[in-house]
Structure formats: C-alpha cells, structure tokens
Nanobody, 114 residues
Framework: QVQLVESGGGLVQPGGSLRLSCAAS????????MAWYRQAPGKERELVAG?????TTNYADSVKGRFTISRARNTVWLQMNNLKTEDTAVYYC??????????WGQGTQVTVSS
C-alpha cells in the first residue's frame, strides 16, 4: 500500500502562485509515475501534470508554461504560477505502481479569486 498526503492548497488572487506538495509513504519503492489531477465543480477529474521515475514530464495544455511538476524520491511538487480563476479545483496527488495500481491522496482545495 501507498499513502499520499497533499498540502499547500489555499486561496490566491489571479496572477498569484501556489506550491502543492505530496508526500508518499508505505511501499514507495513500488511507485513509478506520480501525477497531479484536478476536479472542478461539475466537471470530470483531469490530468494536470505527470512525472515518471526517470523524470519525464507531461502537462495539460491549459497549464503549460505556468505549472511545473518536480519530484524527489517520495515527494512530488506542483509549482503553480500565474494562476487563473479557471484553475480553481480540488487537486489530487496520484501515484501509479509498477504493477499498475493507482493510489490517490485526499485532495487539497485551490481557489483562485479576487
């Protein structure tokens, strides 16, 4: 089992920045890819950014150039700059094991509003 705990969400004005953190514990040696997803009210959960064990990253088009995902051992971060109101959502940390098992954090709220 893998446990994921997110932190760093909050309220920020448009144009501001936030940094989300996700710490993994448990069978961390089994983790391959880690990622951030988000879900806005009334919308489906969507991939924001992902990073493999080798450091390869991918981003949703809507956040390219504004968000940066990084990873060190059992922690993954999401640096979010130039935030927009449409970035408001609950952000979830995700980990995928080498066997394909998916793990999710409890989510952290990000609200972008003036």
């Amino acid at each position: 089992q893998v446990q994921l705990v997110e932190s760093g969400g909050g309220l920020v004005q448009p144009g501001g920045s936030l940094r989300l953190s996700c710490a993994a514990s448990g069978r961390i040696f089994s983790i391959n890819t880690m990622a951030w997803y988000r879900q806005a009210p009334g919308k489906e959960r969507e991939l924001v950014a992902g990073i493999t064990g080798g450091g390869t990253t991918n981003y949703a088009d809507s956040v390219k150039g504004r968000f940066t995902i990084s990873r060190a051992r059992n922690t993954v971060w999401l640096q979010m700059n130039n935030l927009k109101t449409e970035d408001t959502a609950v952000y979830y940390c995700n980990a995928k094991s080498n066997s394909g098992t998916l793990y999710w954090g409890q989510g952290t709220q990000v609200t972008v509003s003036s």
